[in-house]
């Protein structure tokens, strides 16, 4: 198997609300399903409460361009109220590696996203398809999280 060719995506979003409140809202999983965009039919099929910490797996169905997907993640770093990291065991991605950082900054909070991954098809596949679907994906979280938030625009 040939080496894998990966793409990095990052973003950074200030909200005006301090880390210790900004941290449990993204250690409730369930909380992603109100930041993900609706166009992905997104379910947690994980039941019950999902503790998070290190080895946690959660499972996931979503539509990607119409198509059903099962995904799974597992975090794979923990380290609250500072940052934690999920990688996918199984999906779409041939890597899906998401580090969640939260920066005190400004009286508020610097919640940033660094997302390594790898699709099949390699570098054309993600140019064509992949890499504007993120985009798209966290501009919508963006928009979701500041409203949670109270971000004034």
């Not at 609706?38 to 039941?47: M, Q, R, S, Y």
């Not at 539509?63 to 997907?69: E, K, L, Q």
């Not at 919640?111 to 570098?123: H, K, L, M, S």
């Amino acid at each position: 198997m040939g080496q894998l060719t990966t793409h990095v995506f990052q973003t950074e979003l200030w909200v005006p609300v301090p880390r210790e409140k900004v941290f449990p809202f993204f250690a409730a999983a369930r909380n992603l399903e109100t930041i993900t965009p609706p166009w992905l039919n997104f379910k947690i099929l994980t039941p019950g409460e999902i503790s998070m910490r290190v080895g946690a797996l959660i499972d996931y169905q979503i539509r990607i361009h119409g198509f059903p997907v099962c995904w799974r993640t597992e975090i794979t770093s923990w380290n609250p109220p500072f940052s934690f990291c999920d990688e996918q065991q199984r999906g779409p991605y041939r890597r899906w590696s998401h580090t969640h950082t939260f920066v005190e900054k400004s009286g508020g909070t610097l919640c940033r996203d660094e997302v390594i991954y790898a699709v099949p098809g390699g570098a054309l596949v993600n140019k064509l398809f992949v890499q504007r679907d993120v985009e798209n994906i966290f501009a919508y979280r963006a928009e979701a999280l500041k409203k949670y938030f109270g971000v004034k625009k």
